[in-house]
Each structure stands twice: as structure tokens, then as C-alpha cells.
């Protein structure tokens, strides 16, 4: 007889990956403990994925998704203009509060191995390219100082942003609540120095807002690994 079928198979194998993953790194783990952890045979990994690093590519496209969908829907249940200061709040919120992407923006190979080093497209920086974009849309909305250049401001907050991810391994153990103390004080600096007397339009910068998630979203599907 046929063995039944799995219910949500794929989905129980990217979970087991990610706990694996975040337990002792993505180099030590096997396709075999990834089906042992998720309670399927070995060949049922196989179904669904060709090999190894497709399940991490997935389980990261699948993060990532998450994200963008949190932050997505707390722009869309903002009731007053979201500018760029809220939606960092937003995004780096989420990077934080997840371990896997904290991984992934410091290129961390103890936890994530080879893939640092093999993602040699340029889906980060495509990225990069599209928050430059999605700034110079708030310029345009009026919500931003027009003469500060997007790319100047996008490299700011992205130093920012690893310089606090990576602030426990330097500075030592660091509360959740401190770093989100930190994240709003920068955030609140940055808005105060990039505002301007223009006046704002809240619909172009939402649009803005929506496209730059648009464009993940976008990529996203783009990198999905085939069923």
C-alpha cells in the first residue's frame, strides 16, 4: 500500500530546517536530520526539495516573506503618515526579533554556512537599490530633505542597522528592550535631520511604501525554488 501522504509536508520541512539551523548551524546539519527533525523519511526531502541548499534558500525566502508581510500590514494600519523614521522602526523591529535574519544580514557562517559565501547574485543589493528608490519617493512626497542624497541616507541607516545587530558581540549582552530603545532614538534622529518644511503628501508616501514591498514581494517569487 501507498504510504499516506504528509500534511503540509513542505511546510514541516522548513521548520525542522530552521530550528536546525539556529541550533547548531547550517553546516553541520543533513538532509537526514532535516527529515528526522520534521518526522518524514529522507526521501520525502527529496520530493520536495533537490538538495540542501534549496531548503535553506527556502526557509529564508519564506522568513523574509513573513517579515515584509508584518511590516506590510503595519504600514497599512498606520493612521497617520508613515515616513522613513516609522518604517525603519518597522523593519528593523522585525530584523531583531528574528535570529535567522539576524544571521543573514551579518553574514554569520556559523550559522548559515556556505550560503554566505555561494549567494553570489545580487539580490541583497537589488534591495539596497529599491530602499534608495523608495527614499527618493518620500523626497518627492515632501516627507524628506530633498538635497540629502537617497544612496547617502540609505548607507546610513544600513551602518547603522548591522553596527546594531552586531552590538552584543562587541559590547556584550544587550536586553531586547535596550535595542529598541536604541532603534527609536535613531530613528527619531533621523527623521528630526532629514525633515522639511514642505508640505507632505501622506498618499505618495504610502504608495512609495507599498512599491518598495511590492518589489520584495516580487523577488521573492522570483527566487522561489520550484515544487
Do not use: C
Request: no cysteine; glycine share 8%; hydrophobic share 50%.
Amino acid at each position: 500500500m501507498p504510504r499516506p501522504l504528509v500534511a503540509d509536508r513542505r511546510g514541516r520541512i522548513l521548520t525542522a530546517a530552521r530550528e536546525l539551523v539556529l541550533a547548531k548551524g547550517w553546516a553541520d546539519v543533513t538532509v537526514a536530520d532535516v527529515a528526522a527533525h520534521a518526522g518524514i523519511g529522507k526521501g520525502a526531502v527529496y520530493l520536495e526539495f533537490p538538495d540542501k541548499a534549496t531548503i535553506l534558500a527556502a526557509v529564508l525566502n519564506r522568513t523574509v516573506r513573513q517579515l515584509t508581510a508584518e511590516v506590510h500590514q503595519r504600514v497599512l494600519d498606520a493612521p497617520d503618515l508613515v515616513d522613513l523614521a516609522a518604517v525603519y522602526r518597522f523593519g528593523v523591529d522585525a530584523l531583531l526579533g528574528d535570529p535567522l535574519m539576524r544571521a543573514l544580514y551579518l553574514g554569520d557562517e556559523a550559522v548559515l554556512g556556505q550560503h554566505v559565501r555561494d549567494t553570489t547574485d545580487d539580490r541583497y543589493l537589488q534591495r539596497l537599490g529599491w530602499l534608495a528608490e523608495y527614499v527618493s519617493g518620500l523626497q518627492r512626497a515632501g516627507v524628506i530633505d530633498p538635497e540629502v542624497p537617497a544612496e547617502t541616507i540609505v548607507r546610513v541607516l544600513s551602518v547603522f542597522t548591522l553596527g546594531l545587530v552586531h552590538a552584543p558581540g562587541v559590547l556584550g549582552t544587550t536586553r531586547a528592550e535596550d535595542l529598541s530603545a536604541a532603534v527609536r532614538l535613531f530613528a527619531d534622529v533621523v527623521g528630526r535631520g532629514l525633515a522639511t518644511n514642505r508640505p507632505a503628501d501622506p498618499e505618495a508616501a504610502r504608495a512609495a511604501q507599498l512599491a518598495l514591498l511590492g518589489r520584495l514581494d516580487a523577488q521573492l517569487d522570483l527566487l522561489k525554488e520550484p515544487s
